[in-house]
């Protein structure tokens, strides 16, 4: 089993180190996802749970560590994540049944963590 929060920690360090050598790639995308899920009419929650179902359909298992972090972090609850696994599985089938067990496996060991 993946270490979701470990792999979060580490991408905000790799994300880091490419931002030294890349400032304004990672400036530019930095203000693409803030724009993008800054509340408007859509809360940013709902954002966020829309960001884990693309995650979990498109198979990414970095954008998952960060979606369900960040969706727990604006306010989402684990039902609340657990159905937007279960609409990403209708839209994606077989594939995206077991990245939906890693979004919630990923909600499991956040939650151990306090959120």
């Not at 920690?9 to 880091?16: H, K, R």
């Not at 990672?26 to 803030?34: K, R, S, T």
């Not at 972090?69 to 039902?79: F, K, N, R």
Request: glycine share 10%.
């Amino acid at each position: 089993m993946k270490d979701f929060p470990q792999h979060f920690q580490e991408l905000n360090e790799w994300m880091a180190k490419l931002g030294q050598v890349s400032p304004k790639v990672m400036e530019g995308f930095g203000a693409l996802h803030e724009a993008s899920v800054a509340s408007g009419a859509l809360e940013r929650k709902t954002k966020e749970l829309i960001a884990l179902g693309i995650a979990i359909t498109v198979r990414c298992d970095g954008c998952i560590s960060y979606h369900v972090h960040d969706a727990l972090q604006a306010g989402a609850s684990a039902d609340e994540i657990a159905e937007t696994v279960s609409v990403a599985i209708l839209m994606g089938g077989g594939p995206s049944l077991v990245y939906g067990i890693e979004a919630m496996q990923a909600l499991s060991q956040y939650q151990e963590q306090g959120f």
